[in-house]
C-alpha cells in the first residue's frame, strides 16, 4: 500500500502549523489536563498511553525547566495532530527485541544501537517530560515523540556526537539478539532549520531472520533543543518509513514547543 496518504497527513499538518500554535498556546494548560482525564488507565501500559505523562527523575530538578509538566504534556504531538493513518499505539513493534536488542564491536555503533532500542538518548531527565507512541495504520510503522527537559550543555554536546556517526558508523556489522548478523547503515538526515540545535540519522538494518527470510528496519532518530527543553523523535518500520514525515513531524512538534514557551515567558 502506498505510503503517500502518511506524507500528505503530516506535511498538511505542518503547513498548517501557524493557526493550530495558537489554539495550542491559549489553551496549554486546559489541553494537557484534557487529554490527562481522556488518557488510559493506571493499568494500561506507559508506551500505549496516547500521550504518557511521565513524572520527573528523582535526581533532577523540575526548576531547571521553564515549563510545567501540563505544558510540557501539551507540547506532544498526537495522532490528533497528524491525522489518518496514525493512531495510538497497539504495543511495542515485532521488530524491536528481534532487530534493535543488538551489539556492535565499535563503542560509538554500540551506544547508537542502545539508544535506539531504550529510546533513551540524554539520559535522566532534570524536570518534567512526557512522551506519546503511535503506529502507522496503513504500514506497521511505530513513532515515538518525546519532550524532556535537559541540561542544554548536554543536549548539544550529544546532538554533536550524533552529527559525527554518519562518518564513525556509516556501516558496520550489528549483532542482534533476535535475527543474527545484520549490515548496518547510518546518514544524516536534514532536518529543518528550527530549534537552538539539531540533529537526526537513518538507520538501516539489513539481513536475514531466522527463518531464512529476507528483512531491512528503517529508523529515523531526530533531536531538536528549544532552550532547555529537547524533543526526541524516533520514526521507525520494516517497510518503507517516509523522511519527509520524520522532518514534518520535527518542525511541528518544534514550532509548537517554541509557541509554548514563548508564550510562558508572556505569563510570568
Known amino acids: 500500500m502506498t505510503r503517500a496518504p502518511a506524507a500528505r497527513a503530516v506535511l498538511v499538518s505542518a503547513l498548517s502549523v501557524t493557526a493550530l500554535l495558537t489554539a495550542t498556546a491559549c489553551s496549554a494548560e486546559d489541553g494537557a489536563a484534557a487529554r490527562s482525564a481522556a488518557s488510559a488507565p493506571a493499568s494500561t501500559p506507559a508506551s500505549a498511553a496516547s500521550p504518557a505523562a511521565e513524572q520527573p527523575s528523582p535526581t533532577g530538578s523540575a526548576e531547571s525547566s521553564v515549563l510545567s509538566a501540563e505544558q510540557v504534556r501539551a507540547a506532544l504531538v498526537t495522532e490528533t495532530d497528524l491525522g489518518e493513518p496514525w493512531i495510538p499505539t497497539r504495543g511495542a513493534a515485532t521488530w524491536r527485541d528481534g532487530l534493535l536488542k543488538a551489539t556492535a564491536q565499535d563503542a560509538d555503533c554500540r551506544r547508537l544501537l542502545d ?3 531504550t529510546e533513551d538518548l540524554f539520559g535522566d531527565p532534570t524536570g518534567p517530560h512526557a512522551a506519546v507512541t503511535l503506529d502507522d ?3 506497521d510503522a511505530q513513532l515515538r515523540y518525546q519532550v524532556a527537559a535537559h541540561p542544554s550543555a548536554e543536549v548539544d554536546r550529544t546532538l554533536a556526537w550524533l552529527a ?8 558496520f556489522t550489528a549483532t542482534t539478539t ?8 547510518v546518514a544524516e538526515l536534514p532536518l529543518p532549520e528550527v530549534g537552538d540545535a539539531r540533529a537526526a540519522l537513518r538507520i538501516t ?3 536475514r531472520t531466522p527463518d531464512g527470510a529476507d528483512s531491512h528496519l528503517t529508523v529515523d532518530l531526530a533531536a531538536v533543543r528549544v532552550g532547555e527543553e529537547t524533543i526526541t523523535l524516533t ?4 517497510g518503507e518509513v517516509v523522511p519527509e514525515v520524520t522532518q514534518a513531524v520535527a518542525q ?3 514550532e509548537r514547543l517554541t509557541e509554548i514557551r514563548r508564550q510562558s515567558r508572556l505569563r510570568v
Open 137 to 139: 495504520a496503513y504500514s
Open 115 to 117: 539508544a535506539l532500542y
Open 252 to 254: 511541528f512538534g518544534t
Open 164 to 171: 559525527s556517526l554518519p562518518g564513525t558508523c556509516e556501516r
Open 205 to 207: 538494518l539489513s539481513g
Open 235 to 238: 520514526n521507525g518500520g520494516l
Open 178 to 185: 533476535g535475527a543474527g548478523r545484520q549490515e548496518a547503515r
